[in-house]
């Protein structure tokens, strides 16, 4: 009507308790529970590798496969803002978790991206930039990621972000 572009609101979102589960709540696997410690899981790149070690043993070992079939979206949420959160402390700029569907009717960055579903998203409101972790991790846990591991799409966000 007078010609102004109305934006929808940003919807924030806060995955950084859901990224904590990977070392507060750990199965009884001795693996698990020696690896998947406060300790290692820092928020620090270096960090990553116990995360590509996990997730390499969800896909490769029997008791893994399915609990990944059994609790495919969890996973893919704990790992997913995990690495999420890893490489927003690494980026040191304006980048906040917000809902998919919120970045979506706010920023052209997503035009013809297709809606993962309620996943999350990490954007810079600043730079209108926006990171898919949680997609990035589904798609790493389906088998069909284009990055060889999780380190190396963590290594990239940062260098393609900072």
Known sequence: MFGFLYKTKLIKDDLKG?????????????????NL????????????RYIDL???????TVAGTELLNKHFDNFTYRIGAYIGEVIKNNIKQDF?????????HYSSQLDGVKNPGSYSVLYSKKR?????????????????????????YVEEMIKQNS
């Open 96 to 104: 906040h978790w917000y809902e998919f569907e919120s970045v979506y």
């Open 54 to 60: 996990y997730a390499k043993r969800l896909l490769d």
């Open 37 to 48: 410690t406060k300790r290692n899981l820092d928020f620090t790149v270096e960090s990553i």
């Open 18 to 34: 859901i990224a904590k589960l990977n070392y507060r709540d750990v199965s009884e696997d001795a693996w698990d529970k020696e």
């Open 128 to 152: 209108d930039t926006v990171i898919l972790p949680l997609v990035m991790a589904s798609q790493f846990l389906e088998g069909n990621s284009p990055y060889p591991n999780i380190l190396n």
